[in-house]
């Protein structure tokens, strides 16, 4: 599985790929807005730091717009991937992006229909969103779980499900059992998954016992 980090804040993504443990980078308009800085200098930065797919989001609702700014979004970097809504003109845009040998990623999925839609126009990526599911008392991971049961029934469908909008661990544990391609998680939920009370502790007592042996791991005298 995938891990992808979910901001526009280029601090917390220089600390989070120095784990090597980074795939990509998702954006969208409000994450830029929150950096507070002009979205191409933010994407060109993220794509200089980190070698893989960093979406970056169109702004216009139609068909010409949205092609006009892909065009403008793709020349930052090669690793730039085109995010797009999940709208007729979105999907078009999709289709055709596609066709050029673009990376793209469809956002704002909140049902198997649209996935599938999605899968349809060739998107590299479909986004659905289990947080924002969730919240409206509908239940997000019975959504994955749908898309990877269809996507699962044909093999020409190439498109990878990139579960958004996830709260917590429990969203990316369930989604990996799912088998989900790829999780965008939040820092702080990345974060979160490195930690466990009884690493902590075991680390304390393992610590504690090895300063009792006055001991040092170091090359033997005269090597
Ligand atoms: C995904 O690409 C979106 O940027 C993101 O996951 C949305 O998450 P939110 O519902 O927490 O805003």
Redesign the pocket.
Same mark, same amino acid.
């Given at each position: 599985m995938k891990f992808f980090v979910?901001t526009a804040d280029t601090a917390e993504i220089k600390a989070l790929a120095a784990s090597g443990l980074l795939d990509g980078v $998702?954006t969208?308009p &409000?994450?830029i807005a929150k950096s507070g800085r002009k979205i191409l200098d933010v994407v060109a930065e993220i794509c200089a730091l980190v070698e893989g797919p960093v &979406?970056a989001e169109v702004a216009a609702t139609d068909y010409d717009g949205m092609m006009r700014e892909a065009a403008v979004l793709r020349a930052i970097a090669s690793n730039v991937t085109v995010k797009l809504p999940l709208t007729p003109d979105g999907l078009r845009a999709c289709k055709a992006l596609t066709g050029e040998g673009v990376m793209t990623n469809v $956002?704002l999925c909140f049902s198997s229909a649209q996935a599938l839609l999605a899968a349809k126009a060739g998107a590299t990526f479909v &986004?659905p969103?289990v947080?924002?599911l969730d919240d409206i008392g509908q239940d997000g991971m019975e959504l994955i779980a749908d898309i990877m049961q269809i996507f699962g029934n044909y093999a020409a469908l190439t498109t990878e499900v990139l579960v958004? &909008?996830?709260r917590h661990p429990i969203h990316l544990i369930q989604a990996a059992k799912m088998g989900a391609h790829v999780a $965008?998680l939040?820092p702080a939920v990345l974060r979160q998954l490195y930690h466990h009370p009884l690493t902590d502790k075991g680390l304390a007592g393992f610590l504690a016992d090895w300063a009792k042996t006055g001991q040092t791991i170091a090359p033997p005298a005269g090597a």
């Open positions: 979910d $998702t969208n &409000s994450l &979406s $956002t &986004s969103f947080g924002r958004a &909008s996830i $965008t939040p």
